[in-house]
């Protein structure tokens, strides 16, 4: 599976912006979906995931209560719905699918599939 990440830009303070991650090659239907970010000079750090099979959805703290993480099995997309941004959500975000497992995990080395990032910068 291919996954293509798109949606950055650059937005002010408390701004919104959806990221859409579009698969081809293969359903999404049966890979938890992550969501990832590199920071400049800092580790890449997971900040949502959604299963496939029970529905689980995790969230960094950093992020709980500003992104929504959703997925389209019918668009074979999933979203990440960034809303109230700050500045230190700037990163580089990256899409991600655990080809062998449906469960959600933040753990990176999980996922097998990934996008090629989209830059978020958030700043006035």
């Known amino acids: 599976v291919q996954l293509q990440a798109s949606g950055g830009g650059l937005v002010q303070p408390g701004g919104s912006l959806r990221l859409a991650c579009a698969a081809s090659?293969?359903?999404?239907?049966?890979?938890?979906i992550g969501w990832f970010r590199q920071a400049p000079g800092k580790e890449r750090e997971a900040v949502s995931c959604?299963?496939?099979?029970?529905?689980?959805?995790y969230y960094a703290d950093s992020v709980k209560g500003r992104f929504t993480i959703s997925r389209d099995n019918a668009k074979n997309t999933a979203f990440l719905q960034m809303n109230a941004l700050k500045t230190e959500d700037t990163a580089v975000y990256y899409c991600?699918?655990?080809?062998?497992?449906?469960?959600?995990?933040?753990?990176?080395?999980?996922?097998?599939?990934w996008g090629q990032g989209t830059q978020v910068t958030v700043s006035s």
């Open positions: 991600a699918a655990d080809l062998y497992g449906s469960w959600c995990s933040a753990q990176e080395h999980l996922y097998d599939a």
């Open positions: 090659g293969d359903t999404l239907d049966d890979y938890a």
């Open positions: 959604i299963s496939s099979s029970d529905g689980r959805i």
